[in-house]
Structures are given as structure tokens and as C-alpha cells.
């Protein structure tokens, strides 16, 4: 079955520091790939998104390119802002327009 | 203009009772969902609908019925409330079924405390 696996955190970084978040994953077939975000007390909010190998989603500075042969969708930006503290979920669709989502990364950024 | 909302934001309840969530979208989307995401923030689908027509019914108690009276709305009623029930629900909604409609729109949860 589809899965996704992101890297542990809590992840901890200063403002202006570069991020990235790992996510991998196991799927049939050519999924979309998501990454998702949820601020302290609030639903997720899709960030960004990739419909096939080697296109790249970007919005708010975040990037992530879909890696077919490595199976991977890291998400980056080059510069974190205090304001980007929060979960981060990577996921991908599957039939039905469903979404296996992974276990989520939170993102400290200190001033 | 709220996308996808849902009410209660909150619910605080005792084991045993019976107790609903409303959800409402107004994107015109075909397709809703609930999912439950537990105290380590991890996200597991329960129910969708498409048209108001149970797509997915993912391994989830009896006690959880949901409704679609329309394709709009999917309300959650939950029965003899468990203290393992707790969680945020959330809600939320995509296009339709096919590829290239699966992005989905969640709303604010509600949070779940059962005593």
C-alpha cells in the first residue's frame, strides 16, 4: 500500500536559517504529491504541490521537487521566518482522491 | 466565506453520551471526508463521501455514523462516547474523484475532550 515517511522531529532552527524537511515515499502507480501545513490551533492548509516527476511546487518561499527515482518530495526554504513555526505534512494521493498523509514534522523557528 | 467549516470548534462531553459534528463546504466540491488526528498529531482518514454516496469507510467503530444530507454537508454523530475518542476532527473537502481533483480543503477541526 501507499505510505509516507517523514523525517522525526521536533526540528529547531533560527530565523533566516535554511530548512528542509525529508519525505519519502511507497506508492503505485504516479501519485501527486502534497505538502500541507497546520499552524497552532488550525486545520491544515495546503502549501504546495506536484503533480509528476520533476515538476516543482512553490509557494511562500517553500519549495519541493517530486524525485521519481529517489521517491522523495523534501520540502526547503531558504530563509525561515518565526512565523513558519509549525506541523509539517507530507502526502500523497491514492484512488479515491485520498491522502495518506505522514506522521508530520514540527518546525521550531527561534528569533 | 469560509471554505470548509465546522461546528462545534469545541466539545467537551462525558463518556457514554452521544454527541455530532457538522461540517459545510461551499466550494462546490463533490467529494468530503472526515479524518481524526490524535495527541501526536498523526492524521488517519475515517469516512468519505462523493455525491453523498459512502466512498471509503476505513476500519473505525460502529459507534461513528456519518451523514451526507447533501453533498455540501457531512455531519459525524458519534455514539457512547469513549475516552479513546478524544482527538481533533477534521473535516474536509476536494473537487470529485478523479486525478487532478484530489486536493483537499480542510476546515479548523473540532477538538474533542471526553471526560
Known amino acids: 500500500g501507499n505510505s509516507v515517511t517523514q523525517m522525526e522531529g521536533p526540528v529547531t532552527l533560527s530565523e533566516e536559517a535554511f530548512l528542509t524537511i525529508n519525505c519519502t515515499y511507497t506508492a503505485t502507480g504516479y501519485p501527486s504529491l502534497f505538502w500541507y501545513v497546520q499552524y497552532p490551533g488550525e486545520g491544515l492548509q495546503l502549501l504546495l504541490k506536484a503533480t509528476k516527476a520533476d515538476d516543482k511546487g512553490s509557494n511562500k518561499g517553500f519549495e519541493a521537487t517530486y524525485r521519481k527515482e529517489t521517491t522523495s518530495f523534501h520540502l526547503e526554504k531558504g530563509s525561515v521566518q518565526v512565523s513558519d513555526s509549525a506541523v509539517y505534512f507530507c502526502a500523497l494521493s491514492g484512488g479515491y482522491s485520498t491522502l495518506t498523509f505522514g506522521k508530520g514534522t514540527m518546525l521550531l523557528v527561534s528569533p | 466565506d469560509t471554505a470548509v467549516s465546522q461546528t462545534p470548534k469545541y466539545l467537551v462531553t462525558q463518556m457514554g453520551n452521544d454527541k455530532s459534528i457538522k461540517c459545510e463546504q461551499n466550494?462546490?466540491?463533490?467529494?468530503m471526508y472526515w479524518y481524526k488526528q490524535d495527541s501526536k498529531k498523526f492524521l488517519k482518514i475515517m469516512f468519505s463521501?462523493?455525491?453523498?454516496?459512502?466512498?471509503i469507510n476505513e476500519t473505525v467503530p460502529n459507534r461513528f455514523s456519518p451523514k451526507s444530507p447533501d453533498k455540501a454537508h457531512l455531519n459525524l454523530h458519534i455514539n457512547s462516547l469513549e475516552l479513546g475518542d478524544s482527538a481533533v476532527y477534521f473535516c474536509?473537502?476536494?473537487?470529485?474523484?478523479?486525478?487532478?481533483?484530489?486536493?483537499?480543503?480542510f476546515g479548523p477541526g473540532t477538538r474533542l475532550l471526553v471526560l
Open positions: 463521501y462523493n455525491n453523498k454516496e459512502l466512498i
Open positions: 474536509a473537502s476536494s473537487q470529485g474523484l478523479l486525478a487532478g481533483q484530489e486536493t483537499q480543503y
Open positions: 466550494l462546490g466540491h463533490d467529494t
